[in-house]
């Protein structure tokens, strides 16, 4: 993985100071709540309802066993024992204090970490697959570029007082595991007619109020041109998005106000001035930083082992187990484990510091000291060798991280809603419980299969519940909380805005109402059908039908005497 | 007045006049006017045998203060919030595309936590806002000595001394 060099360390060193001196001055007096307020967002320190929230960026997602160990004692140290990863890969702290947050970054900059730009209106973490240099339909291993990005949008001076925020995930293979098509910029790495490998760039994506599908603003981007025309972009944005309306300031609704064919023709515009400037990028820096992400050294042999086969025969938890949190690897005998942060009785998305130091150990026998986090909120570790398999399964077990149940039911994307965030209208929390309450046996959460639940306290839609294959957003009706469904979102290749069920459902019966839209799901699906393969071939007609009865019918009735 | 400029707290000379009503006289020396009072008034403020600035906002289009930019000696860039970063591209764009040689000025809400950027967009000098202390802002030009990215300031990228 990507390590600093001396300009790297000396940068995140001299951002702590300056933090340290700028809260120094918040304290002081000498600067005001609304002087400081983008000053600390950009080091990831929001005021939330209980304590201040530090959201550190965990670039591509990418953490060592000595990073992890860090996370673990900043949860021990400042915080209370755990935390918790986010939907853009990043790891939040819940319960800091204003005066230690320097403290906190100069000990994550002893691990080269930082917190930067990891809110406010600039350039954010660049999120990427979770899989990235080890999946098998990889056109190229994407890291390197967003490292690239990285270190480019670090301090941009020409971007750093944006509209709004702005988010960019990149992926380098077929299938698109990083959502992609919902960000601000979204980059694939492709291959063209002549065998080169560029980007595919498409712009204005986004959830939140107003969700869009990103469209394709170029086919294809030489590498050497990524940064300028990345810089073209953003200045055309940063000149004219909006700025008198927050909800309206995001670039999808400049893309849609504009038109995809007249913002092009101005990013191109823009382009052709400063396409061959100083923001050229030269190969060797490419090469430079790709060096930096060469495989570990893997074992030939790793194939070879018969162990694995038998305790996936004699053992039935365990072959559970392997059949939903391990995934394929390009080398032989590997394989990809994800770590499920979805065990019953926590928090979606929640770690503790014990954990953390456990994976950390787990990590230097079995998985060459690499972790990665994933947007939707577990953790994985990237190259483990077969034979390690069912040891390494029964030391995650003992920690309560073998929970069988990734891309099931209760794997589910969940933001910290009401319980911990101060721009929340409803709780997400205590719905992920009640879900995991009522949906507690494993045999029917198999039958079910494949299904994304993603779940938002509030419009800003952090729990990225428009593209869940059912969505849930919290929404607040006269101080009483409500949950409005979506049905049949996407974010992979086959992108998709869910559609509205209905009015919002109160919350006591949200399980109970996914109860009834699985319901339709078991007696409609054709053999192997998953649910959003039926919910688009069925529509949303019967599901309407099974969770609002007599409501609906009676809407059909208003609906013909008017027609 | 006092101003930063090239790092340095210096007494400057510059007048700028925010509104400039019809009938009005304008006063001897230096001046700074809005961009749109240019626009109106070119003769009489070619005829002028003392320095011009013009002072452009967000909403003026760079495109059309670069035909004229021959005859400014200072552009002043309007922050109305610091929260408002339109000037920042509007500098780089006065530099970088239309190699303007004289004073780039940050007017409006100027504070030190800004200057860095403003600096590195090529912005040269910095009206501070009134309340703020001097001294204090001149330590914004040292915090951050690593350029990852070239910028209005001519700087290169990091990469290229690795």
């Known amino acids: 993985m990507y390590q600093y060099d001396h300009y790297d360390q000396k940068i995140v060193d001299e951002r702590v100071e300056q933090f340290r001196d700028q809260t120094r001055r918040y304290l002081a007096g000498e600067l005001s709540e ?60 819940n319960w800091p204090k204003l005066e230690t947050v320097p403290d906190i970054l100069a000990d994550l900059a002893s691990v080269q970490m930082h917190a930067i730009q990891s809110s406010g209106n600039c350039i954010r973490n660049i999120t990427s697959d979770q899989f990235a240099g080890v999946a098998e339909d990889e056109v190229e291993d994407p890291r390197p570029y967003c490292e690239i990005l990285r270190q480019w949008s670090t301090f941009h001076p020409e971007f750093v007082y944006l509209p709004r925020k702005f988010k960019f995930a990149v992926s380098g293979a077929t299938h698109d595991r990083a959502a992609v098509q919902v960000h601000d910029i979204g980059l694939y790495l492709v291959r063209n007619e002549a065998g080169e490998v560029g980007f595919k760039v498409l712009v204005g994506g986004g959830l939140g109020r107003t969700p869009v599908i990103g469209k394709v603003i170029r086919d294809f981007l030489e590498k050497r041109h990524l940064l300028s025309y990345m810089e073209a972009i953003l200045r055309i944005y940063n000149r004219f998005g909006r700025r008198d309306n927050i909800y309206k300031a995001r670039i999808k609704i400049l893309v849609n106000a504009t038109g995809i064919e007249k913002f092009a023709e101005m990013v191109e515009a823009e382009w052709s ?142 933001c910290p809603g009401l319980d911990f965030c101060s721009l929340a209208n409803a709780g997400s929390i205590p719905i992920a419980k009640q879900i995991n309450e009522k949906f507690n046996d494993m045999d029917y959460l198999h039958d079910i299969g494949d299904i994304k639940i993603k779940m938002s306290g509030c419009m800003n839609a952090c729990g990225h519940h428009h593209v869940g294959h059912i969505g849930i957003l919290g929404v607040d009706k006269k101080g009483v909380e409500f949950y409005q469904l979506t049905l049949g979102g996407s974010a992979e290749n086959d992108v998709s805005l869910g559609d509205r069920l209905g009015p919002g459902i109160e919350k006591e019966k949200v399980a109970e109402t996914i109860g009834r839209i699985l319901d339709v799901y078991v007696e409609q699906r054709e053999e192997q059908e998953s649910f959003l393969g039926t919910y688009r071939r069925i529509g949303i007609e019967p599901f309407k039908e099974r969770v609002y009865p007599k409501k609906h019918s009676e809407e059909k009735v208003v609906a013909s005497a008017n027609y | ?150 910028a209005a300031d001519g700087a290169e990228p990091v990469y290229k001394y690795r």
């Open chain 1, 273 to 414: 001035y400063i396409k061959d400037s100083a923001l050229l990028l030269d190969q060797k820096e490419i090469d430079r930083v790709r060096a930096q992400f060469a495989p570990p050294e893997y074992d030939k042999d790793a194939a070879a082992d018969s162990t694995f086969d038998e305790h996936l025969a004699s053992n039935q938890a365990f072959a559970a187990w392997v059949d939903r949190n391990i995934k394929t690897h390009k080398v032989d005998g590997y394989r990809a484990v994800v770590v499920s942060l979805k065990a019953p009785t926590i928090a979606p998305g929640d770690v503790t510091d014990v954990q953390m130091d456990r994976l950390a150990d787990m990590i230097d026998e079995y998985s060459f000291s690499e972790i990665v986090t994933t947007h939707d909120q577990n953790f994985i570790m990237p190259h483990v060798k077969q034979a390690d398999l069912f040891p390494l399964w029964e030391s995650l077990a003992e920690h309560g991280l073998a929970t069988p149940n990734i891309g099931l039911l209760t794997d589910i994307i969940c």
């Open chain 2, 1 to 150: 007045m006092q101003i930063i400029k090239d790092e340095k707290i210096v007494e400057d000379s510059w007048q700028r006049l925010v509104e400039i009503t019809a009938d009005e006289i304008l006063p001897t020396g230096d001046i700074i006017v809005p961009f749109a009072y240019w626009l109106d008034n070119k003769e009489v403020l070619l005829k002028r045998d003392s320095k011009l600035g013009v002072c452009i906002d967000g909403d003026d289009e760079t495109e059309e203060v670069a035909k004229d930019l021959k005859h400014f000696d200072l552009i002043a860039l309007d922050f109305p919030a610091f929260t408002d970063g339109r000037a920042y591209s509007h500098a780089c764009l006065l530099r970088e595309r239309y190699n303007f040689q004289g004073e780039l000025r940050a007017v409006g809400d100027v504070l030190r936590d800004q200057l860095f950027y403003m600096q590195r967009c090529g912005i040269d000098s910095f009206q501070l806002r009134e309340d703020k202390d001097m001294e204090d802002a001149l330590n914004a030009f040292t915090e951050i000595s690593v350029k990852y990215q070239s």
């Open chain 1, 34 to 93: 609304d002087e400081f307020r983008p000053l600390r967002l950009m080091n990831g320190l929001y005021i939330q309802t209980h304590a201040p929230m530090l959201r550190v960026d965990i670039p591509y997602g990418l953490l060592s066993s000595r990073q992890l160990r860090m996370l673990a004692h900043i949860a021990r140290k400042y915080d209370k024992n755990y935390a918790h990863i986010s939907t853009r890969q990043n790891i939040q702290y």
